[in-house]
């Protein structure tokens, strides 16, 4: 038997009954409510749904950023649920790259030393060589000793992408990437944040609320009042199967 006509297909990350309240008393909001989910190594999932549905709380969670109530979170079949905070922290650092919509970069720091630091904090050796390297992939290789502020927004966005990618994390999270920028730089972020995908063959969680941009994932996920409503993958699993 040819047993690589079985190819083994790895899970990245997995959700179990995942649910979460935020705020107390009469200001609680039961933000995400029993959500199962399960992402394989190397998808594109865009993640959609209306403001106050959900979603962007949904990727804290799976980048260790918000804690679960009760349930349970594997990123490369690590509990995250049951970690400390140091080692939430120390695995976040080394195998969940991060963009947010408002890039985060530290004002009195250059691109370089943006992308640069959080390595050296994570303990990885050859920091500075890593960010040149990886700052010049995204077409900055000009602009290393810029501050944040001498720096157009779409810049400052690729500096953000360059920090997510040093590590080489498994996981590349983007928090509506594009949602800060005008159209043509927005495309280009888009572009980028794609090209990298599948140069290096990362899993892409992606929230927007652009349906374009969502359509350009593999994978499409409709979250609406804390649950998922829709899954492309089930549903295409659904029509496959015979009534």
Request: net charge negative; glycine share 10%; with cysteine.
């Amino acid at each position: 038997m040819d047993i690589g006509l079985f190819a083994l297909t790895e899970t990245v990350i997995e959700l179990k009954n995942a649910d979460l309240t935020l705020g107390s008393a009469a200001a609680s909001v039961h933000v995400l409510k029993g959500i199962d989910l399960t992402i394989d190594a190397g998808e594109a999932v865009g993640i959609i749904g209306p403001s106050g549905s959900g979603k962007s709380t949904l990727l804290m969670v799976l980048a260790g950023l918000e804690r679960l109530d009760s349930g349970e979170i594997f990123i490369k079949n690590a509990p995250l649920h049951s970690f400390s905070e140091d080692a939430l922290a120390e695995f976040r650092g080394r195998n969940i790259g991060i963009v947010f919509q408002s890039f985060h970069l530290i004002a009195n720091m250059t691109a370089l030393e943006n992308v640069a630091v959080p390595l050296e904090l994570a303990g990885i050796s050859e920091a500075f060589d890593i960010a040149r390297r990886e700052l010049t992939a995204v077409g900055l290789g000009d602009r290393l000793n810029h501050y944040p502020g001498q720096l157009s927004g779409g810049e400052q966005q690729r500096v953000a992408i360059a920090r997510a990618l040093a590590p080489s994390p498994a996981l590349l999270i983007a928090d509506e990437p594009t949602g800060n920028l005008d159209t043509e730089t927005g495309k280009q972020i888009a572009d980028l944040l794609f090209a990298k995908q599948a140069e290096r063959g990362m899993t892409l969680l992606l929230v927007t609320h652009d349906n374009s941009l969502a359509a350009r994932c593999s994978r499409q996920i409709r979250v609406r009042s804390g649950e998922i409503v829709e899954d492309s993958a089930k549903r295409t699993v659904d029509q496959a199967v015979p009534a």
